[in-house]
């Protein structure tokens, strides 16, 4: 049900999570850091980013983040466990800054319902997983939800171009990427990594979509803990302060509903292979 779109929440986090980890996380002095969209951390190489400050400081929130992500990681392993350890480990981000009313380029919006995609990450028709919660301890975290990926991609992949992607076998394209790959600046971006940047900006810059289209409000109270593929269930966050997510990358040969991966309906849409 995941992987076909559902969101799961949990009332409470179905790991341990120190109330004194929270209140410090919520307690610094977030509003100099207005220069980073949020706090980073990457599992795989225990690195921090996005924290400046005293040495101390520093320390305290890399081990609360190194913590956190290593309970978050343990409880899916065990509660999705055809995922555990055939996925690749994204990041962890913490985001201290009030949702509503952010000063974003219109890209850079998370208030514009959206589908995931990682310039920098690109999945090879991989799936994004992402499990959130809110700490803010009064009001709780706000997304908007839209239709369904199969009937966003049936109404909108043709207009964002998805045919001159699948079809683009362009000797200049696949050596630029090929070359990144060999230099490890970047996984191979396949057709099906270029739709996706491209199918996220469409949707952001369709103002029909945003002001007009079917909205369902979401909810999530303080200390929910939802689960959600976010590369296929169109997201925004309309208000919120607080949260704190870990990514998973999880591979086409891990997931138990391959039918229901975006890769698979955009190859339906496009009559050929995005992948590999
Ligand atoms: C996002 O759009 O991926 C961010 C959602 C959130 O921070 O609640
Ligand atoms: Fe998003």
Do not use: G, I
């Given at each position: 049900m995941l992987e076909r779109g559902q969101i799961l929440q949990f009332r409470e986090p179905p790991f341990a999570f120190p109330t004194v980890d929270q209140e410090f996380l919520r307690n610094?002095?977030?509003?100099?850091?207005?220069?980073?969209?949020n706090v980073s951390y990457r599992p795989g190489e225990d690195v921090l980013r996005g924290v400046s400050g005293d040495a101390n400081t520093v320390e305290r929130v890399h081990s609360i983040m190194r913590n956190y992500s290593a309970r978050v990681i343990e409880f899916v392993g065990d509660f999705?466990?055809?995922?555990k350890e055939k996925w690749n480990l994204d990041f962890a981000s913490f985001r201290p800054l009030e949702e509503a009313g952010r000063d974003l380029p219109l890209h850079k919006r998370n208030d514009l319902l959206h589908v995931d995609a990682f310039p920098s990450r690109p999945t090879q028709g991989g799936r994004i997983l992402r499990v959130f919660t809110?700490?803010?301890?009064?009001r709780p975290r706000v997304w908007n939800t839209t239709e369904n990926f199969e009937t966003l991609a049936h109404k909108y992949a043709k207009p964002a171009g998805l045919q001159q992607i699948a079809e683009d076998d362009s000797f200049l394209t696949r050596t630029v990427q090929n070359l990144g790959a060999k230099l490890g600046i970047t996984a191979a971006r396949t057709p099906y990594d270029m739709f996706m940047l491209r199918f996220h900006d469409y949707l952001k810059e369709n103002t029909a979509l945003q002001t007009k289209g079917p909205k369902t409000e979401m909810a999530f109270p303080p200390s929910a803990t939802w689960m959600v593929f976010t590369d296929c269930v169109a997201h925004a966050v309309m208000s919120g302060q607080y949260a704190i997510e870990q990514t998973f990358l999880i591979p086409p040969k891990a997931?138990?509903?391959?039918?229901?991966?975006p890769y698979r309906i955009l190859e339906g849409l496009a009559g050929r292979p995005l992948v590999g």
């Open positions: 610094q002095e977030w509003a100099e850091l207005r220069m980073h969209k999705l466990s055809p995922y809110n700490l803010n301890t009064t997931l138990v509903a391959p039918d229901a991966a």
